[in-house]
């Protein structure tokens, strides 16, 4: 009843501040736009270990090698007028989530009064994790490390259903910029909430110079009548161009939360919610050469080390993943461009017929229009 309670206040308060602020606008023109855009993901996967699929599972006859359309968008912007917008986007390749086959990740109005209040309705990205808040249309890695796809499988970031407000003070000089919302905490296009409470979720994000950004968030996400989890963690990410032909971007982050999941699936008659904590912490770096040639535009070279732990708990399922990259940028803005990164995984502990160090091979072409 208490959170039940303390969602339609937050609620309450997000659209009594948006009504207070919109009596003092004046009239803006009614001009809709409607601008559409397509992206397509197609990728190459290969196990370079006997024994290993694609997916990095051991199987004794693997499928060791795979085309696949990893992603397949349209996405619609609109604008009606200087304080209303809105975005759709329609992800058409089958998910691996509790409603498969093409779903709709967002869906969301949103209201401007100016750079210090903005708010957001519908299905929307959370505004938790560094990974997951970097657009797959610049990743600096082919893939988002598996801490954050580990946070997703526990309805803990990604796309959600909910409400959210945001907005940047002293945004000349140090922006700070501020998210806050309430959502499902559920998987993103499902008819309705898979438990009866909501996460809430806080980020904040300081740029004391231009070029660095420090962030920290986190969140609460009650899932039974009896259990609640939570997360928290912060992330720091440094973009520096040192000259007219080399940009360096270097970021990190730490993270850790409650693995719901292994809570709910776990058979033990007497349980804690304290020991089935997961925790992760991730560096990468990419520097990005401008060639300027009719061939390529950019030329890009990466590497990135992570470090996941799915329950602290457990002392068998902790891992370590290395990726390395090279990229080529073909046209402005990612419009085109290839990445070819080998992904490295090493297991604390090895368990015979259940998970094998791997090493993975993984290019993937994106184009836009």
Known sequence: MKTHFTTLLFILFIFSAAAQTTGDQKKSSFNPTIKMKGLIHAR?????????DVAGKWNADPTRSNFQVRRLELRADVSLNDHWSGVIRIQFPALKTSSPGAAI??????????????????????PYELDELTSHEDLRMIDRGPTSRLLTSNSLSSYQPGVMIQGTFMKETTPLTYYAGVFNGSDRSVPTDKNTAKNFVGRVEFNPVKSLRLAVNAESAPFGTDASGSSAGGDVSWIQKLNDKLLLIVEGEYIGGTNITSYNNSSDTVKEVKDFMLSGYFGQALLRVNLDQPWCRTFEVGGR????????????????????????????????????NLVQTNFENEIAGLQKNNLMF???????I
Do not use: C
């Open 105 to 126: 990740e967002l869906a969301y109005f949103q209201w401007k009064l100016n750079d210090m209040f903005l708010i957001r309705g519908g299905q929307m990205k959370v």
């Open 305 to 340: 080390y992570e470090h996941t732990d799915p329950t602290k708990k457990s002392e068998t399922d902790a891992y370590n993943t290395i990726t390395g990259g090279i990229g080529f940028i073909f046209l402005p803005d990612n419009d085109a461009r290839l990445q070819l």
């Open 44 to 52: 190459f996967d290969n196990s370079l270990t006997d024994s290993v």
């Open 362 to 368: 993984v290019m993937q072409l994106q184009l836009k």
